[in-house]
């Protein structure tokens, strides 16, 4: 059974940082790609950056671009999200995803999730 669990949400202020962690866990499990995607109460969920492990290509949401990082261990199925100049918007809980397939930014690409973690930015 594929596990993922993320940790360090929380709260910062408006210009802050965080670092976010998720490690994926499954005896045999090999992802092909992970990503991190953020849901605020009342919307759809929105991709924020993935990661495609064969060639270490990068995408990222346009919301996010320049301030957000995302990288990893491809061996250890981890992977981070750096948030710099963190904004008020930037409020959601945050999730982890992994797939055996390439890297998408649509939710129905990732067949393995966390529950999730809180970060919330004051203005």
């Known amino acids: 059974q594929v596990q993922l669990v993320e940790s360090g949400g929380g709260l910062v202020q408006a210009g802050g940082s965080l670092r976010l962690s998720c490690a994926a866990s499954?005896?045999?499990?090999?992802?092909?790609?992970m990503a991190w995607f953020r849901q605020d109460p009342g919307k759809a969920r929105e991709f924020v950056a993935s990661i495609q492990w064969r060639d270490a290509t990068t995408d990222y949401a346009d919301s996010v671009k320049g301030r957000f990082t995302i990288s990893g261990d491809a061996a250890r199925n981890t992977v981070f999200l750096q948030m710099l100049s963190m904004k008020p918007e930037d409020t959601a809980v945050y999730y982890c995803?992994?797939?055996?397939?390439?890297?998408?930014?649509?939710?129905?690409?990732?067949?393995?999730w966390g529950q999730g973690t809180q970060v919330t930015v004051s203005s």
């Open positions: 499954g005896r045999t499990f090999r992802s092909q790609a």
């Open positions: 995803a992994a797939t055996r397939h390439d890297a998408s930014r649509q939710e129905k690409g990732y067949e393995y």
